[in-house]
Nanobody, 125 residues
Framework: QVQLVESGGGLVQAGGSLRLSCAASGGTFSRYAMGWFRQAPGKEREFVASITNSGGSTSYEDSVKGRFTISRDNAKNTVALQMNSLKPEDTAVYYC??????????????????WGQGRQVTVSS
């Protein structure tokens, strides 16, 4: 059974940086596409970034392009989201997710079958 455990996040002022990490266990991490999603209060969960199993291709939601970077280390079974130039509108609970049935990424949360517990990111103005 694949499990994902997230760490990082927290509180930062606008313009600052935070890093989220997600450690996978119980599966073959290098076979999975991985994604980060977020959910703000009263809003639906939305796509943030994704990365193919090899790390050779990434995708980003338009509002985070140029500010966020997704990366992975298959030797350590981890995926990370580096978040720079944070804005108050980035405030949300962030989730990492694994798409265990495909090496390719998707923008749709329903395509991901394993989820982490979520980490709060709060950006103050």
């Amino acid at each position: 059974q694949v499990q994902l455990v997230e760490s990082g996040g927290g509180l930062v002022q606008a313009g600052g940086s935070l890093r989220l990490s997600c450690a996978a266990s119980g599966g073959t991490f290098s076979r999975y596409a991985m994604g980060w999603f977020r959910q703000a209060p009263g809003k639906e969960r939305e796509f943030v970034a994704s990365i193919t199993n090899s790390g050779g291709s990434t995708s980003y939601e338009d509002s985070v392009k140029g500010r966020f970077t997704i990366s992975r280390d298959n030797a350590k079974n981890t995926v990370a989201l580096q978040m720079n130039s944070l804005k108050p509108e980035d405030t949300a609970v962030y989730y990492c997710a694994a798409r265990t049935r495909s090496i390719w990424t998707s923008l749709q949360s329903r395509e991901y079958d394993i989820w982490g517990q979520g980490r709060q990111v709060t950006v103050s103005s």
